[in-house]
């Protein structure tokens, strides 16, 4: 029996986001734009779903007078992320 | 990169690629603010040294004081200039530091309270004490950052430290001030010496990347 891949995490651009914030304690837009290669908008767009998932926290202020945006795994997040790697070796171990 | 669905094995790729690209230990310029801390007491201790050699007044000893204004500049900046992003070693070598801080400011209070209730000059203990704290601080840096060079060239400098301990002790000898040259040549081992270590790696590293 396959366990089923959670959706918000079985897509390219927010399962690239997951593994970078599981390796650090935080990274700003910036940072994730520039890994990820992503445009702008559309990597809002999925920082947004992730962060009402519950899957990462999202913090906006202002350094200077420039907004900034920083993310961070929640420890929901986290144990998603363990079940969705753990989906996939089932997956893979049993092809 | 786009919002689409991946096959099993491009998923698993995808995660081992991303956690690969944000791993770093080193990144370049990693050791400039030992280089600045460094740089800023040597000079500090020099001159305050010649100042008292010159002089033959113990005043500019106060001096050291300066370093809590470079202190404050610092951490102004540093808030000013967010990083882009914090790794879990940053992040444990910030703490560290930040800990190390709150010892030598207590211990500065404190000694400078004592001062005050006994009547007696106990400050002169800060610096051995400095001494001991960034050593510390350093070889735990060094620890983090699996850098052997920063692990132990703190261990040369401590060296200085108990000896200005050994000194206070002694009923028969006193701090000169010889001291403060002494302090600069603790820190050239313990901070700058490391620092350019740091950044030589660093730039190696990140070169081959």
Do not use: E, P
């Given at each position: 029996m396959f366990k089923e891949l959670d959706p918000l995490l079985h897509s390219q651009l927010r399962l690239a986001v997951m593994s970078i914030l599981l390796s650090v304690d935080e990274a700003d837009f910036v940072y994730l734009k520039e890994k990820t290669e992503a445009t702008a908008g559309n990597l809002s767009v999925q920082i947004e779903k992730l962060s009402t998932a519950g899957y990462i926290s999202v913090e906006k202020d202002f350094v200077g007078r420039k907004p900034h945006t920083s993310c961070r795994i929640t420890p929901l997040g986290r144990k998603a992320f363990e079940d969705y790697v753990e989906a996939l070796k089932s997956y893979i171990s049993n092809q | 990169m786009e919002d689409r669905a991946l096959n099993e094995k491009e998923s698993l790729q995808l995660i081992s690629q991303m956690i690969q690209s944000s791993k770093q230990n080193l990144e370049v310029g990693r050791g400039n603010e030992f280089l600045l801390w460094g740089y800023t007491t040597t000079i500090l201790a020099f001159a305050i040294f010649v100042l008292e050699w010159v002089?033959?007044?113990?005043?500019?000893?106060?001096?050291?004081?300066?370093l809590f204004v470079f202190w404050a500049g610092m951490t102004y900046f540093r808030r000013s200039k967010k990083p882009q992003v914090v790794t879990y070693t940053s992040k444990a070598i910030n703490q560290v530091w930040r800990v190390l801080g709150y010892m030598f400011i207590i211990t500065v209070i404190v000694f400078f309270a004592l001062t005050y209730a006994f009547?007696?000059?106990?400050?002169?203990i800060c610096m051995p004490l400095s001494l001991l704290y960034i050593g510390i601080g350093v070889s735990i840096t060094g620890i983090i950052l699996q850098e052997r060079c920063m692990i132990y060239t703190p261990l040369v400098a401590f060296v200085i430290a108990f000896y200005m301990l050994g000194v206070l002790a002694a009923p028969n000898i006193t701090p000169d001030i010889w001291w403060n040259l002494y302090f600069g040549i603790a820190i050239i081992l313990m901070q700058i010496v490391p620092g350019h270590v740091l950044n030589c790696k660093a730039k190696k590293v990140c070169s081959k990347n």
């Open positions: - | 002089t033959r007044q113990d005043f500019w000893s106060f001096g050291w004081l300066l009547q007696a000059s106990l400050t002169i």
